[in-house]
T-cell receptor
Framework: AQSVAQPEDQVNVAEGNPLTVKCTYS??????LFWYVQYPNRGLQFLLK??????LVKGSYGFEAEFNKSQTSFHLKKPSALVSDSALYFC????????????FGPGTRLSVLP | DSGVTQTPKHLITATGQRVTLRCSPRSGDLSVYWYQQSLDQGLQFLIQ???????AKGNILERFSAQQFPDLHSELNLSSLELGDSALYFC????????????FGSGTQLSVL
């Protein structure tokens, strides 16, 4: 079965510093990987996805993620954090052997401090 | 605005009751997904419909059912409600069966008292 782990419940970073939100996954087939962000009282918003191709994926709001097959990781990164990036971030995986059943990680709360 | 509309935004009911949550997908999207978000369980996939047919099933209880109508809107029916069913229920839509990009509604906050 597919699964997603986000080892950090909370990540704190100072504004202007680089940020990383970690994600590791487990699938039996080829992974389709995603990052979503949830702001307070809002639904999830798509940030970026990896299906195939370049291991470095660029997404919305200056975020990027690096797919590492050997480490089964898909960490979210941003070179310079903004206070407005503070939100709940979800990593998700869809295994192409299991149809369209997305599995979301538990979420990581990012706090960017001014 | 994602284009996905969920009603009602808030629902307060009692144990043993039945409620219906409604979702209108983005214009043109054929797939609808239902998710349950709670503090202890995180975001749990319940069920997916594509163009009126059930496509994938997740951790959906037998007390819960869903359907997608010809106009593509979807309803999630929750019956014999228990305190533990209190959660935020999200609907998401995508343009195709594969669902490479999901658009989420703002959710329905269900409180079972």
């Amino acid at each position: 079965a597919q699964s997603v782990a986000q080892p950090e419940d909370q990540v704190n970073v100072a504004e202007g510093n680089p940020l990383t939100v970690k994600c590791t996954y487990s699938v039996s087939g080829n992974p389709y990987l995603f990052w979503y962000v949830q702001y307070p009282n809002r639904g999830l918003q798509f940030l970026l996805k990896y299906i195939t191709g370049d291991n470095l994926v660029k997404g919305s709001y200056g975020f990027e993620a690096e797919f590492n097959k050997s480490q089964t990781s898909f960490h979210l990164k941003k070179p310079s954090a903004l206070v407005s990036d503070s939100a709940l971030y979800f990593c998700a995986v869809r295994d192409d052997n299991y149809g369209q059943n997305f599995v979301f990680g538990p979420g990581t709360r990012l706090s960017v401090l001014p | 605005d994602s284009g996905v509309t969920q009603t009602p935004k808030h629902l307060i009911t009692a144990t043993g009751q039945r409620v219906t949550l409604r979702c209108s997908p983005r214009s043109g999207d054929l797939s609808v997904y239902w998710y349950q978000q709670s503090l202890d369980q995180g975001l749990q996939f319940l069920i997916q419909y594509y163009n009126g047919e059930e496509r994938a099933k997740g951790n959906i209880l037998e007390r819960f059912s869903a359907q997608q109508f010809p106009d593509l809107h979807s309803e999630l029916n929750l019956s014999s409600l228990e305190l533990g069913d209190s959660a935020l229920y999200f609907c998401a839509s995508s343009a195709d069966r594969v669902g490479e990009k999901l658009f989420f509604g703002s959710g329905t906050q269900l409180s079972v008292l």
